[in-house]
């Protein structure tokens, strides 16, 4: 494989993995937001 | 002395003591006319003198907002000053605290907000208002749980001249106290109470209240009344108090700084940041951070693999071009040094990368040029451009008109002239700054006996700045299309002299030898050849033979007596088997060397060409006719009894059956039309019956 294929795919592959990253992370932080908007809530009144 | 059931002014009969403070003493009331309840503060003698009475009066009276109380009167009596103000029922902070109470975070959060909104309209107005004495118990809890802030008689204006406040210890700004010492000293068998002299001459201003708030929060928050200023500076909240959020207790650790510099500079800062708390919750603030970070970072990270992916089909467009040139360039020197099958491959390869470049292709039409093979150049071209769009794959012109050119010369080889003028005509019209195309379309084209349009790129071909041997051999190919050969043998002979391109000067001795030939003049050809025989290389070679061969067949043809027409001929044999012995000896050429073979009546060696002529070309009526010819040729020369036309008869149905088509159209060749003359004559004469 050569050097510029390992650069396409690697970018492909790389793109992928923080999309998949970011869509996941994304997942988890709105999962934990509505735990800690409850939280403040709760904490802090309206 | 004022006592319970006291009525001041006719109006106000005091029902209740409800508190007293370094500002006065606040009885509960109830109005005989509006029939409500009041709260009456009579101030403190010591403050009377020191204000202003009548505009203090207004002022407070003017004063409007939902946490506020609305003062009714203020009265100027005999026994002292008073104001009336709004009685709101319920308890304040004070009370609450001294029960015990253990107040929320929500609730301390919720009253701070309201305190600071009450502080913001009084620090707005002009002049600002500064309370001063803002303590738990000064605000009042109501019964629907807002807060009221009371106690404003001694509140003051803050203007440069301005000198009255009230002050409660722990909850005063520093900046009120005058000095730190106590004005009185211990006494002995007494308990020892400092007593601090406040500053009456500065001119407070709202970070004061902003103090004194922080601190009555701070009371809320920890549950102990702040420490007395000034010899002890109030400590900072723990931030680890179990009930209250860092937040919090930063905000109120910043509003009760010793240095007013430190502090919230005004009660909308304050109010702001209880109002987004959440956001100084350093909990959400990870959170957030980690939304940036998660929505930062990775969007970077896909940028950057955008930008890698990117670079790296550029890189690797630049390594198949790479790949590509280089098959290129070692293919080419492949044909140079005529390795013609690895060419092939390598062109395959090349194609295999990028099949819709043309640079492979036009070698495979070199590679097969290099071999004099151009009945494959023209197949193989015309097909790569039935089955390829060179022009929309992004080939350059100059690429493509190339391409044309070869194939072109090549049909201009097989003497197609009119296919070679077509595609010389592209190659002209793609790139029209190469002078040797316009050279050789106009050569085509006085081949095809135009002329004018010959003449015409002729020009063209001179204007772009062709050599002078080029010019001139383009014009001899004119003149022999014209029919004035003596110009055009001088015009080639010119070229052949002066060009110092070895392919040019082939081509002008091969086209001289080509005019000799029209103008019959067999010997100059033959002579030409001869005497410029290192000159020719390649496919030349192969040309100059056969036009040396055809040249001594003519003489042959045109002899006077039969041993001249032997020598000829056998010269002829000598050139012709050469060019068959280089593997380039085409039909014509081989049946030339079976007439040849004749004239010297080797019957033999001209039976083994038509032999193997068989093979070669399974599907040719004129082979077999020749084959018939030479038959007829080989029994005349028998007496009569041993003469059998049987394999005459055998080739000559073989070569009609094969002919039909030609005979349909009228087309067939000589061959066999002699051979039909024959066969008549045999009919005639009774050797083969009909």
């Not at chain 2, 738990?136 to 203007?159: H, Q, R």
């Not at chain 2, 071999?371 to 015309?382: F, N």
């Not at chain 2, 080939?395 to 296919?419: C, H, P, T």
């Not at chain 2, 050849?529 to 036009?547: E, H, L, P, Q, Y």
């Amino acid at each position: 494989m050569t050097v510029g294929a390992i650069m396409f795919y690697g970018g492909i592959g790389l793109f992928a993995a923080a999309l998949a990253g970011m869509i996941i992370a994304n997942v988890i932080l709105s999962s934990k937001w509505k735990k800690l908007r409850q939280l403040m809530h709760d904490r802090y009144g309206d | 002395m004022i006592e319970k059931g006291n009525i001041i002014n006719g109006t106000y009969r005091i029902e209740d003591k409800i508190g007293a403070g370094g500002g006065g003493t606040v009885f509960k009331a109830y109005h005989l006319r509006l029939e409500k309840y009041v709260v009456v503060k009579r101030i403190n003698d010591a403050w009377v003198g020191l204000m202003d009475s009548r505009k203090e009066a207004d002022i407070i009276k003017n004063l409007k907002h939902q946490y506020l109380p609305q003062a009714y009167d203020f009265l100027q009596l005999d026994d002292g000053i008073y104001t009336v103000m709004d009685f709101v029922p319920g308890a304040s902070l004070d009370k609450y605290i001294k029960s015990g109470y253990r107040f929320t975070q929500q609730q301390v959060i919720f009253w701070a907000k309201q305190i600071t909104e009450a502080l913001i309209y009084l620090h707005s107005l002009k002049p600002p208002i500064i309370h001063s004495d803002i303590k738990p118990a000064n605000i009042m809890i109501d019964l629907e749980g807002n807060v009221c802030l009371i106690d404003f008689n001694v509140s003051m204006t803050s203007t440069p001249d301005s000198s009255i406040s009230a002050t409660s210890r722990g909850y005063a700004a520093p900046e009120q106290y005058l000095n730190i010492d106590p004005i009185n000293k211990p006494e002995p068998g007494k308990p020892y109470r400092p007593r601090f002299q406040f500053d009456m001459d500065t001119a407070l201003d709202q970070r004061s209240d902003i103090y004194s708030l922080g601190a009555t929060l701070y009371h809320l928050i920890t549950g102990q009344r702040p420490p007395k200023l000034p010899e002890t500076k109030l400590p900072p909240i723990p931030a680890d108090l179990p009930d209250f959020d860092e937040a919090l207790i930063n905000i109120v650790n910043k509003m009760t700084h010793y240095d007013p510099r430190e502090r919230y500079q005004t009660a909308q800062q304050v109010y702001d940041d209880l109002n987004n708390i959440i956001r100084l919750d350093k909990r959400y603030r990870s959170h957030k951070r980690s939304r940036l970070i998660v929505n930062v970072v990775f969007p970077v990270i896909m940028v950057g693999a955008v930008v890698l992916g990117t670079a790296g089909f550029m890189q690797m467009r630049k390594e198949s071009d790479t790949a590509f040139n280089d098959k290129i360039t070692y293919a080419d020197n492949l044909v140079v040094n005529k390795d013609y099958e690895n060419a092939q491959k390598t062109y395959e390869e090349a194609i295999g990368l990028k099949p819709d470049r043309i640079e492979p292709y036009s070698g495979m039409l070199m590679l097969y040029s290099s071999q004099y093979d151009y009945d494959k150049v023209i197949e193989y071209g015309t097909n790569a451009l039935a089955q390829h769009n060179f022009e929309a794959a992004g080939n350059s012109d100059a690429q493509i008109a190339q391409f044309d050119y070869i194939l072109g010369n090549a049909y201009f080889v097989e003497e197609n002239y009119e296919k070679a003028v077509e595609y010389y005509k592209k190659a002209v019209e793609l790139d029209q700054s190469n002078a040797e195309y316009y050279r050789d379309f106009a050569i085509a084209l006085s081949r095809c006996a135009y002329v004018d349009n010959a003449n015409e790129m002729l020009q063209k071909a001179v204007d772009l700045g062709l050599e002078n041997a080029s010019i001139s051999l383009a014009k001899a190919e004119i003149d022999f299309a014209k029919g004035n050969y003596s110009e055009a043998a001088e015009g080639f002979r010119k070229a052949a002299q002066t060009s110092s391109d070895s392919v040019l000067t082939q081509r002008a001795y091969l086209y001289l030898c080509r005019t000799y030939d029209r103008m019959g003049d067999y010997d100059s050809v033959i002579d030409t050849i001869s005497k410029n025989v290192g000159v020719f290389t390649n496919d030349s070679v192969r040309v100059a033979n056969i036009m040396c061969a055809e040249a001594y067949l003519k003489k042959a043809d045109a002899a006077a007596n039969d041993q001249d027409r032997r020598v000829y001929a056998q010269q002829s044999i000598n050139y012709y088997t050469r060019v068959r012995d280089a593997g380039g000896a085409s039909r014509q050429t081989l049946f030339n060397l079976v007439t040849a073979y004749q004239y010297v009546d080797d019957i033999k060696n001209a039976q083994a060409i038509l032999n193997a002529m068989m093979q070669d070309y399974p599907n040719d009526a004129d082979v077999y006719a020749r084959l018939a010819i030479l038959e007829a040729d080989k029994q005349s020369k028998l007496s009569s009894t041993l003469r059998s036309y049987d394999n005459f008869k055998k080739y000559y149905d073989k070569a009609e059956k094969l002919d039909q088509h030609n005979k349909v159209s009228g087309t067939s060749s000589t061959y066999i039309r002699t051979m039909e003359q024959i066969m008549e004559r045999l009919k005639q004469n009774n050797w083969i019956k009909e």
